[in-house]
């Protein structure tokens, strides 16, 4: 079986580093990448806990939820997002906004266009409201890309999602990875947890981790036809967990129209609470069903760049320097200094240890994938950014690069590991490789969406 992977990934990496030579590259327009990313947006099926005073307390949101552009006061802010709910004078100017911040990124090679969607579940607090900023985030590869999200010959080959500190990674012929496929998205189907920590001797499923849904669409579609209860299996567990909401993303008609999902607002906030605690159960007609919208992770790299207003958001004392290939979001070439500590104005120390983007190993998808969910391990021994960390070639990104110096010191702007689906259980050894210079030139058919947004801001929503 080893031995196949290392085949496997050796032709993929010959694939995707040899020059194209049955057409001309090129790439996709913004309006196709928009649509690949709605196309393969999940839905995120949500156990809540919000009982005891807690209304409102496991929607997503979005980064200013409460408009007054900081992001330290998010978790003091959204302990009140109960008064948003119960329509409190002066909480109309919030806007929650259920988001997933995203980024594409296009690369090509010999065997045509492939596609990696990073999702970022944005969670405004953690752990019963006592940590800031919960990340976690949904990553989908897609081959066979031709400008059509769905047509001929494109293939979902794998997904990673975060699970507390470890990357769980299931393939296209996992039996645990199930979609909803309408005519306009096929959509990943995922658990989320509330927002609790857990309570001994139960560590169950908590704090926002993300699952897969073990159950098809068509048992899924069936229970809520039917009026069931709302619960569902989850990987890595052997019994089925509570739903209370259920999150579509907005741009996906097919999928808004299965679940009846509606935006929420301020006039409906009432309404769309679930008030329930997590081992409550509901049945179908009673889950709330809610729109989410699509925002780029580009809108809030710049939060962290030394040159920006990042003292409002983060803190010092995590500090990530990327060499800047590319000019983007105002931030010119050499050598930059992004700060990711998360701040919380809240918190007696200003921070609960949390960090930003830059210092996200799946940023740059430097991360250990990996099969089991049993036990979360919070190992991730890749070493990416240390130039320990070799692709399936015995590559680091450094040898990939030509820029050796860069080990342990700087981020090249447009280096990025691509998993092509293979576990390797060896330390600083994964299956994939290193993107090649240049794969993100338009000439070479590429483009990192890391660096460039795709969205409608949306300032007057």
């Known amino acids: 079986m080893t031995r196949l992977l290392v085949l496997v990934a050796a032709v993929f990496a010959a694939c995707l580093t040899a020059p194209a030579a049955q057409a001309a590259p090129w790439t996709l327009t913004v309006a196709q990448r928009q649509a690949y990313l709605n196309y393969y947006a999940p839905v995120i099926l949500k156990r ?16 200013d939820f409460d408009r007054d552009g900081v992001y330290a006061t998010n978790r003091a802010n959204w302990k009140l997002v109960p008064q948003y709910v119960a329509g409190t ?10 988001t997933l911040y995203t980024a594409l990124l296009e690369f090509t090679g010999n065997d ?38 769905g047509g001929a010959g494109e293939s979902f080959a794998n997904s990673t999602v975060t699970h507390h500190k470890d990357h769980v990674m299931r393939r296209s012929y996992d039996p645990d990875v199930n979609f909803l ?68 993303p907005e741009g996906a008609a097919g999928a808004v129209a299965a679940f009846g999902a509606v935006p929420l607002t301020f006039a409906n906030a009432s309404a769309q609470a679930s008030r329930v605690d997590n081992g409550t159960k509901v049945t179908w007609p009673r889950v709330k ?50 700060y990711n500590q998360s701040r919380d104005d809240a918190a007696s120390d200003l921070t609960d240890g949390r960090e930003g983007y830059l210092s996200k190993a799946w940023f740059f998808g430097a991360y250990s994938a990996e099969l089991n969910e049993d036990t979360p391990s919070g190992s991730d021994d890749f070493g990416g950014f240390a130039g320990t960390g070799l692709d399936s070639s015995g590559r680091s990104r450094g040898a ?48 990192d969406g890391r660096w460039q947004p795709l969205f409608d801001d949306r300032p007057a929503a």
């Not at 309408?182 to 609790?196: F, I, K, P, V």
């Not at 998993?419 to 590429?446: C, K, Q, T």
């Open 48 to 63: 809540g806990d919000e009982n005891d005073g807690k209304q409102g307390r496991d929607w997503l949101a979005n980064f």
């Open 89 to 98: 004078a002066g909480y109309e100017r919030w806007r929650v906004r259920p």
């Open 112 to 149: 045509g266009k492939s596609l990696v969607l990073l999702y970022h579940v944005y969670n405004a607090a953690d752990k019963d409201g006592d940590e800031i900023h919960d990340w976690e985030r949904v990553e989908i590869v897609v081959r066979g890309v031709t400008g059509t999200p």
């Open 181 to 248: 496929q309408t005519a306009n998205g096929r959509h990943l189907m995922l658990w989320q947890a509330d927002e609790s920590d857990f309570d001994l001797p139960d560590a169950g499923p908590h704090a926002h981790e993300l699952r897969y849904v073990t159950n098809t669409w068509a048992y899924v579609s069936g229970r809520m036809a039917a009026g069931g209860n709302a619960e569902v299996n989850i990987s890595g567990a052997d019994d089925k967990r509570n739903v209370h909401y259920a999150f579509v």
């Open 289 to 338: 069903r809610l729109t989410y919208e699509l925002q780029d992770l580009a809108d809030i790299v710049p939060t962290h760049w030394s040159q920006s207003a990042w003292q409002r958001h983060w803190l010092a004392t995590d500090v990530v320097d990327v060499r800047f290939e590319t000019p983007a979001l105002g931030i010119g070439t050499g050598v930059q200094r992004f």
């Open 400 to 447: 990939v690069s030509g820029d050796l110096a860069s080990h342990g010191a700087y981020w090249r702007q447009h280096e990025f590991f691509v998993h092509s689906g293979g576990i390797d259980d060896s330390a600083s050894r994964e299956v994939g490789v290193w993107l090649p210079p240049g794969w993100h030139l338009a000439a070479n058919g590429g483009f």
